[in-house]
């Protein structure tokens, strides 16, 4: 497992959530005129992730995550699994057409 | 003093001192409205960092519309984030919470000169640290199979069960899945209290924080712990990130079933409570 991945840095590639986290919390009380409770980050959470619908858009959020980490999702060891399978398959498919080539060249 | 148009508010993104302030004059850079720049306001040796922004989009009614609109939120969001992560770079900043919004600069002076001492406080106490977040997730199968192999309570249980009349094993087997479901709970507990004692010691301060539910995560495995700490930059905070990969790579090699997500370094957020001090009381805190 790549360890590196349980440090995230702080930075413009972070999740929409880990800022939103960070950046709303409600346990941060201050003394704006004006302040916005925005519900609650795990509502927001929620919305983000009902919205986010395709992959596409998901990634382009960086929310994708859970769909392809093989440790995390069966989702994403399935992916890992037909993308091994398919290039098994690709290797068989090579290697017999190597074989239907040969004794066309014997043959001559 | 600032000139407000009459249809202009104060966005607030965090205090300095005034002393730091004058170091730096805030080159042309874009504020929270995109057609104004980012400013200094000082009053009594603090300044806050501010934008002026339009009514049309941060009056209150207006502005609690526009944040259910998630893409006007996201990039809001994301620049108070990332300026906020660059004034941190260059300060020691006291970081405000998103939308923290002043009708005019009589209310913004009035609210920095009451906190006065807080703040300068607050930014003495957060000088040199930063925050880190720690989110441990369980996978509930693996730290079932523990429990169901190291209590052999359960076994016995199970084979008395089998015995019992059709209707009476109904009710004893969920009795006993509800013993193995607060067995795995303490468990897990266990491990995330002692990995927390542990990093708790290099850090100034914690706030543990709710876990999130799976429909929240999205993940297979559940939340079990959320936290923020308080780490001095440098040393500190390598030790921390340490102690947190040693966790992963043992929970890994022994197939403890435990994630770690580490994110940070963010500027104080959570510690940076000037007006309520409950919030920062610590639950096992230990230095």
Redesign the interface.
């Known amino acids: 497992?790549d360890?590196n991945n349980?440090?995230?840095?702080?930075?413009?590639s972070?999740s929409?959530v880990?800022?939103?986290?960070?950046?709303?919390?409600k346990?941060?009380?201050?003394?704006?005129?004006?302040?916005?409770n925005?519900a609650d980050v795990?509502l927001l959470?929620?919305?983000?992730?009902l919205?986010v619908a395709s992959v596409d858009k998901a990634k382009e959020?960086g929310m994708d995550w859970?769909e392809t980490d093989p440790?995390?999702?069966?989702k994403g060891l399935k992916v890992n699994e037909i993308q091994e399978e398919n290039e098994q398959l690709q290797d068989r498919i090579k290697q017999l057409e190597k074989r239907l080539e040969e004794p066309v060249e014997s043959k001559k | 003093m600032i000139e407000l148009d009459n249809d202009q508010l104060i966005y607030v993104y965090a205090f300095i001192t005034e002393k730091q302030a004058s170091t730096d004059n805030l080159e042309k850079i874009t504020g929270i409205d995109p057609k104004n720049n980012v400013e200094f306001f000082t009053s009594e040796g603090l300044t806050a960092v501010i934008c002026k922004v339009q009514s049309e989009d941060f009056a209150e009614e207006n502005f609690k519309k526009n944040v259910e609109d998630m893409k006007w939120l996201q990039q809001r969001a994301y620049h108070h984030h990332e300026l906020m992560n660059s004034l941190h770079d260059k300060f020691t900043i006291l970081p405000l919470k998103f939308g923290t919004i002043f009708e005019n600069d009589e209310r913004l002076t009035n609210m920095m000169n009451e906190y006065n001492d807080q703040m300068k406080q607050i930014l003495t106490d957060v000088d040199g640290k930063e925050e880190w977040n720690l989110k441990i997730f369980a996978d509930r199968e693996i730290f079932s199979e523990k429990v169901l192999e190291d209590n052999n309570e359960i076994a016995e249980k199970k084979q008395e069960i089998s015995q019992l009349s059709k209707g009476k094993q109904f009710f004893a087997r969920k009795k006993l899945d509800k013993f193995i479901e607060d067995q795995i709970q303490m468990e897990v507990e266990k491990k995330c209290k002692g990995i927390h004692d542990k990093l708790v010691k290099l850090s100034q301060n914690a706030e543990v924080k709710k876990n999130w539910e799976q429909k929240v995560t999205g993940r297979q495995d559940e939340m079990s712990w959320n936290c923020v700490y308080l780490v001095e930059t440098g040393d500190e905070v390598d030790k921390f990130k340490k102690v947190i990969e040693d966790y992963q790579q043992h929970s890994d090699s022994e197939k403890e079933g435990l994630f770690f997500e580490t994110t940070g370094p963010w500027p104080a957020y959570h510690f940076a409570n000037f007006k309520s001090h409950s919030s920062t009381v610590l639950e096992g805190e230990s230095n």
């Open positions: 497992m360890n349980s440090i995230k840095q702080s930075t413009a972070n929409l880990d800022v939103l986290e960070t950046v709303l919390d346990g941060v009380v201050i003394a704006g005129d004006i302040q916005v925005i795990e959470t929620i919305k983000i992730r919205m959020i859970w440790h995390y999702s069966s």
